[in-house]
């Protein structure tokens, strides 16, 4: 399988994997454990996603049936923004980690770069945005902190590598300048309507590795109410036209630009046939022009912008 070569540990990433965000609980275990079968290796999950042990219960269930072994899996996981201070992220690991069954991830990113007041997972799991009382509570922690509380997590062998997610370029070179371990893999929202070329660049400079998420734009956000009227990239002409070409998908053209700009993608569905569909995209290759006649879609339209919420998370200023 295809993959990139992590900094630092020398991991290899797929270049595909199954992202877990709106996977329905009630059949999140066969979702993963079929996931797995068709050959995913890379799941993409998060506390905040609120599926982590059904999850787990999918891997389990892949292992115990002989399909993979452990170590042929990589499992990424992320500390959600209410626990960003030092004495909350090792915890925090640790629970997600008996969640899954796991004893480590490959990869642990920090969600988003905002950090909201603690919430006691007795109390509320998972915490999400909001207060009891539905307002959000800003917590004051500094990402050197929370940075360097990762960095225990990868000495304590929680995790093999840790990366960030949602993060612009001031504040990544902010964290390599102090650094033990950096970065290995940066998580931001990319499709041809967010093509992100200067931070893609610098990550490139960086040796930090890009994931895509919402590779089909606005899809994601309709079943959300959140697509902001932008119009669909799985029905757009030009890249039907593509696909039709190719004797693809518009689904596998959106996923191999990506992957052919260098990116891993990690996909989500709760429909097997497009499951399947999505984890074949890099069967064919597109021509240069057709790369550029997608990315030419740019508008800089981001659907996944905390700043929707309150406008004390305007991270993307
Ligand atoms: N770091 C972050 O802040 C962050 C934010 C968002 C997402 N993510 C990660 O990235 C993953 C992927 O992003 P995403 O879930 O936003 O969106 P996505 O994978 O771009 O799109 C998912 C949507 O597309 C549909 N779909 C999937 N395959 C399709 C196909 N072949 N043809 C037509 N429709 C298809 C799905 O519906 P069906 O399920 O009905 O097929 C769903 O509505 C997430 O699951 C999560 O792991 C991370």
């Not at 595909?16 to 275990?29: E, H, I, P, Q, R």
């Not at 059904?54 to 170590?71: P, Y």
Request: with cysteine; hydrophobic share 40%; glycine share 8%.
């Amino acid at each position: 399988m295809a993959s990139i070569v992590l900094k630092r540990t020398s991991q290899k990433m797929p270049l595909v994997g199954f992202g877990l965000w709106k996977v329905n609980k009630d059949t999140c275990a066969d979702t993963v454990f079929n996931a797995i079968k068709a050959g995913y290796r890379l799941l993409d999950g998060a506390g905040d996603y609120g599926n982590e042990k059904q999850a787990g219960e999918g891997v389990r269930r892949a292992i115990d049936a002989g399909l993979v072994k452990r170590e042929d899996l990589f499992i990424t996981s992320k500390l959600w923004n209410t626990f960003h201070a030092k004495e909350h992220v090792h915890a925090l690991a640790r629970k997600q980690l008996s969640d899954w069954g796991l004893d480590y991830f490959d990869l642990y990113l920090i969600h988003f770069p905002i950090t909201l007041k603690y919430v006691d997972p007795n109390h509320r799991y998972p915490p999400e945005w909001f207060g009891d009382d539905g307002k959000v509570y800003l917590q004051n922690t500094p990402m050197i902190e929370t940075w360097q509380a990762m960095e225990k997590v990868v000495d304590d062998g929680l995790a093999k590598n840790i990366g960030l997610s949602n993060c612009q370029g001031s504040l990544i070179l902010d964290v390599f300048r102090y650094a033990r371990h950096e970065p290995a893999v940066l998580q931001i929202e990319h499709h041809p309507y967010l093509t992100q070329e200067p931070l893609i660049q610098l990550c490139k400079t960086l040796g930090i590795a890009v994931t895509a998420y919402s590779s089909f734009g606005p899809q994601s956000y309709v079943e959300l109410g959140a697509h902001k009227g932008a119009a669909s990239l799985l029905q757009h002409n030009m890249v039907a036209e593509i696909a039709n070409k190719k004797g693809k998908s518009s689904s596998q053209v959106l996923l191999r630009w990506a992957t052919q700009r260098g990116l891993a993608v990690i996909p989500k569905s709760n429909n097997h046939d497009r499951l399947v569909q999505n984890l074949e995209c890099n069967s064919f290759d597109l021509s240069p022009e057709e790369i550029k006649a997608i990315s030419g879609l740019d508008i800089g339209l981001r659907l996944n912008d905390p700043a929707d919420i309150d406008p004390r998370l305007a991270i993307f200023a």
